[in-house]
Nanobody, 124 residues
Framework: QVQLVESGGGLVQTGGSLRLSCASS????????MAWFRQTAGKEREFVAH????????LYRDSVKGRFTISRDKAKNTVYLRMNSLKTEDTAVYYC?????????????????WGQGAKVTVSS
């Protein structure tokens, strides 16, 4: 079993930055693909970014490329999402997810464990 706990959400103005953290406990974290998804009211949860177990491969949705960076610290069992140049459309609840597999996926159904979510609000 894997437990995921997000932190770092909050309120920021357009153009600002935030860093989300997702701390993992339970089964070994270092062999899991980690991802961030986000969801706004009335919409389906959407893929934001993922990173493979060794950190060598990442993938981002087009709208966040060049602004968001996913990374992981194996020693701390933590994955991060650095968000720069935030836009109002980035406002959402952000979820950390873990997948017991070697390859990253963008479909939420492929992920086995989820955090409780961290709310990010970007004001204009």
């Amino acid at each position: 079993q894997v437990q995921l706990v997000e932190s770092g959400g909050g309120l920021v103005q357009t153009g600002g930055s935030l860093r989300l953290s997702c701390a993992s406990s339970g089964r070994t974290f270092n062999t899991y693909v980690m991802a961030w998804f986000r969801q706004t009211a009335g919409k389906e949860r959407e893929f934001v970014a993922h990173i493979t177990w060794n950190g060598r491969s990442t993938l981002y949705r087009d709208s966040v490329k060049g602004r968001f960076t996913i990374s992981r610290d194996k020693a701390k069992n933590t994955v991060y999402l650095r968000m720069n140049s935030l836009k109002t459309e980035d406002t959402a609840v952000y979820y950390c997810a873990a997948r017991d597999g070697m390859d990253g996926r963008i479909n939420e159904r492929d992920y086995d464990y989820w955090g409780q979510g961290a709310k990010v609000t970007v004001s204009s």
